[in-house]
């Protein structure tokens, strides 16, 4: 059986969709269509503050995970963490909108994973493959 290295899989998955793709990409978008549709600059500016922080963790997830970076693991959780928060406050602050426990979940699901997966040991903390 072939061994469970490298950035395939689920790793794969969670590396490009994940972070790059949503972590960045689309937290960039959303950040441009606040300042597009929000009346007040007061709003989009204190979603900016929350904003580009989430896309910058995931950016330098993304980078790091690629490059097999045994940091990468940790920016990675941090994100997933900085999600749940704001995920419950979401959650909490408007009941009526599911983003927030989404959020929560999907964060939790993919921490899990970060936490158990033998590919994400293998790749980032066997011996000798620690950058």
Known sequence: MKELKGVSGWLWWFVYV???LVGVLV???SLGAYFV???SLG???ILALITLPVAGLAAAAFTLL???HTA???VAKV???VNMVLGFVAAVTTPSDARGPK???LSGVWLVYLWTSKRVRNTYFAKGSAK
């Open 18 to 20: 994940v972070l790059g």
């Open 27 to 29: 937290n960039l978008i």
């Open 37 to 39: 549709s929000s009346p």
């Open 43 to 45: 709003a989009s500016a």
């Open 66 to 68: 690629v490059m097999e």
């Open 72 to 74: 990468g693991v940790t």
């Open 79 to 81: 994100y997933l963490s």
């Open 103 to 105: 959020l929560v979940i």
